[in-house]
């Protein structure tokens, strides 16, 4: 049974739980699909996952659609700490709905930490980056605080330089597997072209005007975009791969709560982050990636964590789905 706030708390608690709603639409997702819907009601929010934006040729099985729906669970959870409020998560609570994949109960309120606002500007200011990063390392204490933010079930690990030479071998297989299918390109083309509902997709500008210099290859999208990329290489960058201990949908919404929470930590240590999933979309070389783990986990996502390069202007942020498209207020 899920325990609410008191009555008398209700009202008080209803804007806020509208808010963190409204700021989850920060997060990330695959391909800017933001696949997610939120019941704003008087004493929790309960997030729900939106099939109708499920990327169905590339992510058949659901993974990166409860990846992404975690991010945004862990984005609302953020924003409450940010308002003074502590919250019970109740993971996929109903097993008759299967798309209610959480819902969250205010427990109390609580200070404001100097922590909890750092995070929460975080938010606001994470973007996705694809562009090479600049020859300087990350250094080691910023990659332990990455790797320590993601707790629980779902864990980093920081590939060795063999380990990231397999990654770009499995990578350029997964991609040469998709390039091959026509449901996948077609699917790509909807997403980066102008048939993508509004403030979803992947605008021109958020894309690479030429295919950058990296040992590890990122998507093939099918059209040029008008981001500059500049002359540098991903030598220095630092690849970490998001995994669990089983591949159910419960760690695939638990891998978007981590995925989240370090991609945070990495913003307020002004890391850049660039999420690869093609080489876990592909049947065969996701079972590849589950080697670099010697077989003891299941993989997620990959991470190329790297030091923008300070002399050129970040990418734009992509568009976001309007408040009133993805949060439903419910005041009875």
Not at 32 to 58: C, G, H, I, K, M
Not at 86 to 110: I, N, Y
Not at 173 to 187: L, Q, Y
Not at 232 to 253: I, N, Q, T, V
């Given at each position: 049974?899920?325990?609410?706030?008191?009555?008398?708390?209700?009202?008080?608690?209803?804007?806020?739980?509208?808010?963190?709603?409204v700021a989850a639409g920060y997060a990330p997702s695959v391909h800017n699909t933001q696949p997610?819907?939120?019941?704003?009601?008087?004493?929790?929010?309960?997030?729900?996952?939106?099939?109708?934006?499920?990327?169905?040729?590339?992510?058949?099985?659901?993974?990166?659609?409860?990846?992404?729906?975690?991010?945004?669970?862990?984005?609302?959870?953020?924003?409450?700490?940010?308002?003074?409020?502590?919250?019970?998560?109740?993971?996929?609570?109903?097993?008759?709905?299967?798309?209610?994949?959480?819902?969250?109960?205010?427990?109390?309120?609580?200070?404001?930490?100097?922590?909890?606002?750092?995070?929460?500007?975080?938010?606001?200011?994470?973007?996705?980056?694809?562009?090479?990063?600049?020859?300087?390392?990350?250094?080691?204490?910023?990659?332990?605080?990455?790797?320590?933010?993601?707790?629980?079930?779902?864990?980093?690990?920081?590939?060795?330089?063999?380990?990231?030479?397999?990654?770009?071998?499995?990578?350029?297989?997964?991609?040469?597997?998709?390039?091959?299918?026509?449901?996948?390109?077609?699917?790509?083309?909807?997403?980066?072209?102008?048939?993508?509902?509004?403030?979803?997709?992947?605008?021109?500008?958020?894309?690479?005007?030429?295919?950058?210099?990296?040992?590890?290859?990122?998507?093939?999208?099918?059209?040029?975009?008008?981001?500059?990329?500049?002359?540098?290489?991903?030598?220095?960058?630092?690849?970490?791969?998001l995994y669990g201990d089983d591949d159910e949908p419960m760690s695939w919404l638990r891998a978007?709560?981590?995925?989240?929470?370090?991609?945070?930590?990495?913003?307020?240590?002004?890391?850049?982050?660039?999420?690869?999933?093609?080489?876990?979309?592909?049947?065969?070389?996701?079972?590849?990636?589950?080697?670099?783990?010697?077989?003891?986990?299941?993989?997620?996502?990959?991470?190329?964590?790297?030091?923008?390069?300070?002399?050129?202007?970040?990418?734009?942020?992509?568009?976001?789905?309007?408040?009133?498209?993805?949060?439903?207020?419910?005041?009875?």
């Amino acid at each position: 049974m899920i325990n609410t706030v008191p009555v008398p708390d209700r009202t008080a608690t209803a804007a806020v739980l509208a808010r963190a709603a409204v700021a989850a639409g920060y997060a990330p997702s695959v391909h800017n699909t933001q696949p997610w819907r939120w019941s704003a009601q008087r004493d929790r929010l309960e997030l729900f996952a939106v099939r109708d934006r499920q990327l169905v040729a590339a992510d058949p099985d659901g993974r990166l659609l409860m990846l992404s729906c975690g991010t945004a669970l862990h984005h609302a959870l953020v924003a409450l700490l940010a308002q003074g409020w502590t919250a019970e998560v109740h993971r996929m609570p109903d097993p008759t709905r299967p798309d209610l994949l959480a819902a969250l109960v205010p427990a109390g309120r609580t200070a404001v930490t100097p922590e909890a606002r750092r995070h929460f500007e975080a938010v606001r200011l994470r973007h996705t980056d694809r562009r090479p990063v600049g020859d300087q390392p990350v250094p080691a204490p910023a990659l332990a605080a990455i790797e320590a933010a993601a707790t629980g079930p779902v864990r980093l690990r920081l590939l060795s330089h063999d380990q990231v030479l397999d990654l770009a071998a499995v990578a350029s297989r997964a991609a040469a597997v998709e390039s091959d299918d026509p449901r996948i390109r077609v699917e790509l083309a909807y997403w980066t072209g102008r048939a993508a509902p509004d403030g979803t997709g992947l605008t021109v500008d958020v894309l690479p005007g030429q295919p950058p210099q990296t040992t590890v290859p990122d998507r093939d999208f099918g059209r040029t975009g008008t981001l500059a990329v500049g002359q540098g290489h991903d030598r220095a960058a630092s690849y970490l791969l998001l995994y669990g201990d089983d591949d159910e949908p419960m760690s695939w919404l638990r891998a978007g709560e981590a995925l989240s929470a370090a991609w945070l930590t990495a913003v307020e240590l002004g890391l850049s982050v660039l999420p690869l999933s093609v080489a876990v979309e592909v049947a065969g070389t996701r079972q590849s990636l589950r080697g670099l783990l010697a077989g003891l986990g299941h993989p997620f996502l990959v991470l190329r964590l790297g030091i923008a390069d300070p002399d050129r202007t970040g990418p734009p942020h992509t568009p976001r789905l309007t408040a009133q498209a993805t949060v439903e207020r419910t005041v009875s």
